[in-house]
Each structure stands twice: as structure tokens, then as C-alpha cells.
């Protein structure tokens, strides 16, 4: 349990000095634990867990687009779960209901729970048919077609700086539209 | 979106950087802060005896109070402004005004008076403390609240509040210049009134604007 937050640490702290690569990893790894929980919030509330992936897929927008007010001498992991379970709360409570979320559904995940499938999920897919046609496309092409930038800007015929405010500004609107529900 | 797709995307936006929360919140707070000035310079003033007043110490009291007010009010929204944040370890800084007020007013309790308590403690301005203190915070408070919706404050209605006591003291010390009740008693009771009276618009306002 040290050991890895210590490593999410470690990958955040590589994140934020420029390493996309570690961004890219220290996400993957986060997303079953993330999912773990949302799982167990879900079910504590009564609700069907199925509907834990849009919850995750939220907190990762969130984690990603509040990464600023994370302090890079602090460890990783209290910022992450206090994010993870404030997303969490206000998705049950959109749900409507009464919300009683353990501090522990964070802490802790059991060894050898199972992860669950990445399913295709339907809120951010939703948002996304919303978004400005540019920022729909660049989104696509990065995410889905797993284009990178410099493909994408060649596809679009877009500068590269034009391509990353679009891809940013996608992202700030597609959690905007979310949270707007 | 699958979540996998959805975390290349982030990923290909890592080089994106916003800027820390305390430098949006300081220019927010300096642009308002200017709006307060215009209001305080247009509508009041300060006193026209400012010079005599300054050899009273009860009268500078009132700015330090203030700003005891402000100061730590606003290094604490900053500290809110993290999700992991709350205010452990940081609360106790709001007791500093407090006891400002409590040794200022048992030193006037020590010293002969020519008004008797309770004309003291009402003064003349209370109705202008209550009205001019929040007229003036209001825009230092949505800035503040601008400023905090930049970070990602877990407790909103805390944040809020904060947010609402910070604007208050900076709008205060705006005020204390103008007011010619000098009496730790009245400065205790009127400018409390209307701190809390800010702080809970900030209260209110926090759950409502702070989501992120």
C-alpha cells in the first residue's frame, strides 16, 4: 500500500515536470482502485455498480484538470482519494440519494479484487456529441483513434498549438457539461 | 468514451498548465479590492479629524484587528482551496481578532471614561457599520469566490464562509477609517455583525459556486 502510493508520488511528481508518459501510467493505475471504490460506494447506496465507470471517468477529468492544486511535496494519494470521494459523493447525490461515504472505501483495496472491465459508458460519451464540432474532432482523433497530436493537427490541417487549446478546452467543457447535469 | 481513451486524451494534455490558485485569487482580490476603494472614496470618506484620531490607539486598533481578520482569513481559503484541505491546524488562526478585541476591550474597561458602557458599545455609525461594511465586501467576496473556484475546495460551505470573513476584514479596514467610533465595544459588536452577516452569504453562496 506504501509502496504504491509512494510510486503514484513519484509518476505524479515526473507528470508535472513534463513526462507524459508517466501522466499516462500513473492514470492507468490509478483507475482500478478508483473504480474499486466507486463500485463499493454504488452498492453501499443501493445503486446498481454498473454505473461506476462514468463515476471514475469524472473524477479522472477532475483529477486532471485540478492537478494545479495538488502541492508536489505532499504525497499523492490523500489529494487523489479526497477528489475521488467529493466526485463520488455528488454523483450519488445527483442521484438522489442520501450519501454516506466511507473514508475507508478509499483507503484500502483488497488484494485480489477483481477489476472490472472497462466498459463503453455513457455519460462523457453523451457530453461529447455536445461539444463544438472542433473540439468533438480533436477530442476523437486523440482518445478514440489514438492519434497524436501532430497527427491530429496534419488530419485537421490545424497548427499543433491549435490542436492542444482545442483538446484542452474539450476536456474543461466535457466537465463542465457533467457537472452541469 | 471508453475510460482507457478517455485517459490517452488527458494524458496528450499533460503540457497544459493552469496557473496556481493564489495568484488568481491575489489578482481577483486586488481588482475588487479597487472596486471597495472607489465605493469607500465616492460614498464615505475618510474622517476629517484622521489626524488627531491616529494619536488614539483605540483608533488603530480597528486596523489591527481588522487585518487580523483579513490576513488570516485569506491564508486559509488558500489552504481550502486543496480537496484534501480542512480546517485542522488552521482555525485557531480566527482567534486572533478575537483576542485583539478582548485585550482592547478590558484596556478601555481600565481607563477613566467620559461615556458610560452602553453609549460607547452603541455608538453613533451602528447602522452605517452594518450597511457600508457588506455593501463593500460583496465584491472583494465574488472574487474571492472566482478565486476559490480556480482550486478544487472539497468544503464549499467552509471555503464560503472563509471567503465571506476575508472580504469582510478587508472591508473593514475601508470602514475603520471612516468611522468615528473608536471603542473596542462598538467595533466588538457592530463589525462582528456584519463579518458574520458576509460570512453567511459566503456560506451560502460556497456549495453553490465552488462545485467543480
Redesign the interface.
Known amino acids: 500500500m506504501r509502496e504504491r502510493e509512494d510510486e503514484w508520488t513519484g509518476l505524479m511528481r515526473l507528470a508535472i515536470s513534463g513526462d507524459d508518459a508517466a501522466y499516462h501510467r500513473l492514470l492507468k493505475a490509478v483507475t482500478p482502485v478508483l473504480r474499486a471504490a466507486a463500485r463499493r460506494g454504488l452498492t453501499r447506496a443501493g445503486q446498481p455498480a454498473d454505473q461506476s465507470e462514468d463515476i471514475v471517468q469524472d473524477i479522472l477529468l477532475a483529477v486532471h484538470l485540478k492537478r494545479h492544486t495538488w502541492d508536489a511535496d505532499a504525497p499523492f494519494a490523500p489529494w487523489l482519494f479526497a477528489i475521488a470521494r467529493n466526485k463520488l459523493i455528488d454523483a450519488l447525490r445527483r442521484r438522489g440519494r442520501r450519501v454516506f461515504v466511507n473514508i475507508d472505501d478509499f483507503a484500502e483495496t483488497l488484494p485480489g479484487e477483481p477489476a472490472a472491465e472497462t466498459v463503453p459508458t455513457g455519460e462523457v460519451a453523451a457530453q461529447l456529441q455536445s461539444l463544438p464540432a472542433r473540439q468533438r474532432d480533436v477530442l476523437q482523433s486523440i482518445a478514440v483513434d489514438s492519434a497524436s497530436i501532430q497527427d491530429t493537427a496534419k488530419k485537421f490541417a490545424m497548427s499543433e498549438g491549435a490542436v492542444r487549446v482545442a483538446l484542452h478546452r474539450g476536456l474543461a467543457s466535457l466537465t463542465a457539461r457533467l457537472r452541469g447535469q | 468514451?471508453?475510460?482507457?481513451?478517455?485517459?490517452?486524451?488527458?494524458?496528450?494534455?499533460?503540457?497544459?498548465?493552469?496557473?496556481?490558485?493564489g495568484f488568481v485569487l491575489a489578482l481577483g482580490l486586488l481588482l475588487a479590492a479597487s472596486v471597495s476603494v472607489a465605493i469607500f472614496l465616492t460614498q464615505l470618506g475618510v474622517r476629517p479629524d484622521v489626524m488627531t484620531a491616529m494619536r488614539n490607539p483605540f483608533f488603530d486598533l480597528k486596523f489591527v484587528v481588522t487585518l487580523a481578520l483579513a490576513i488570516p482569513a485569506i491564508a486559509i481559503s488558500l489552504h481550502l482551496?486543496?480537496?484534501?484541505a480542512s480546517l485542522r491546524g488552521w482555525g485557531w488562526l480566527l482567534l486572533i481578532p478575537v483576542g485583539l478585541l478582548v485585550a482592547g476591550i478590558s484596556t478601555e474597561m481600565m481607563m477613566p471614561q467620559r461615556m458610560p458602557m452602553m453609549m460607547r458599545m452603541m455608538g453613533k455609525n451602528s447602522w452605517n457599520c452594518l450597511t457600508w461594511i457588506p455593501l463593500m465586501a460583496l465584491p472583494i467576496l465574488a472574487a474571492a469566490l472566482l478565486g476559490l473556484r480556480h482550486?478544487?475546495p472539497?468544503r464549499p460551505a467552509v471555503a464560503g464562509a472563509i471567503a465571506g470573513l476575508l472580504s469582510a476584514g478587508l472591508a473593514a479596514t475601508l470602514y475603520a477609517s471612516h468611522c468615528t467610533d473608536d471603542s473596542p465595544l462598538f467595533v466588538a459588536t457592530w463589525y462582528t455583525i456584519a463579518a458574520v452577516l458576509v460570512a453567511a452569504v459566503g456560506a451560502l453562496a460556497g456549495p453553490r459556486v465552488l462545485?467543480?
Open positions: 468514451m471508453e475510460t482507457d481513451q478517455l485517459i490517452r486524451a488527458l494524458a496528450a494534455d499533460n503540457a497544459h498548465r493552469a496557473r496556481p490558485v482551496s486543496r480537496p484534501e482550486g478544487a472539497t462545485r467543480f
